[in-house]
């Protein structure tokens, strides 16, 4: 009947659908009325490969960063250090400067300008999250959209 390829009627060309009873066996084309048994035809099973995907770069940049220490405790010290310094530029108010500001009071101080940035936390359908902070008084509130 065929052989090598996905089972189409080799009357009319419509693809055939696997056997309703797998005992019987039987094929029977839904456009010809043309009937085989499924067991006897010889389908090559289909083999799909991925390519390898590239590591990274940042990753390679990652392992290099880590490198440069030589234990555990140099790596503590510097994320430490790295985070107090984050820390005392927040409380200077420098460290909010990348965030886009918009001229609404904040609710605690009344300071008329906020800072904010946004998020899609929820499904793609909906809209993002949007989150403010006073550079005042530190006030941090967010808001569904």
């Not at 696997?18 to 085989?36: E, L, Q, W």
């Not at 906020?114 to 909906?126: A, G, I, N």
Request: glycine fraction near 4%.
């Amino acid at each position: 009947f065929m052989s090598n390829s996905w089972p189409f009627c080799v009357t009319c060309g419509s693809i055939l659908s696997a056997p309703n009873d797998m005992i019987n066996d039987v094929i029977k084309c839904s456009c010809c009325g043309r009937t085989c048994k499924f067991s006897e035809l010889k389908i090559d099973p289909v083999v799909t490969t991925s390519m390898p995907k590239q590591r990274p770069l940042w990753l390679d940049e990652y392992d290099n960063s880590l490198a440069s220490f030589e234990n555990v405790d140099d790596l503590s010290r510097t994320t430490t250090s790295r985070a107090n310094a984050a820390s005392s530029k927040k409380k200077e108010g420098q460290g909010l400067s990348k965030h886009a500001t918009i001229d609404e009071p904040c609710p605690k101080c009344k300071h008329p300008t906020l800072y904010f940035y946004t998020m899609q936390l929820r499904s793609v359908d909906e809209g993002s999250t949007v989150f403010y902070e006073c550079p005042n008084c530190n006030h941090k509130f967010s808001q569904n959209n």
